[in-house]
């Protein structure tokens, strides 16, 4: 998987065509401890970058555990 951030701070993260049917099969990534690492730190990239690029309402905004997640 590939993460591809824009300069507004979203991101698409880009899935090959064998992670997709992986993920059409089973239903779920799962991610070696080693993988989770990567995938973490490219988390933590994109999160470090998009605080300088979101715009002031965006950054400020808060995140509850309720808050529903969506995809364009």
């Not at 951030?5 to 979203?10: A, K, P, R, V």
């Not at 997709?20 to 470090?48: Q, T, W, Y």
Request: with cysteine; glycine share 4%; hydrophobic share 35%.
């Amino acid at each position: 998987m590939i993460f591809k951030q824009y300069e507004d701070g979203s991101c698409d993260i880009v899935f090959s065509k064998k992670e997709r049917l992986k993920l059409f099969l089973k239903g779920k990534l799962h991610l070696s401890d080693e993988n989770l690492r990567h995938f973490g730190n490219n988390l933590v990239k994109i999160v470090a970058d998009w605080q300088l690029k979101f715009k002031e309402e965006i950054a400020n905004k808060p995140t509850f555990t309720d808050t529903k997640i969506k995809s364009d």
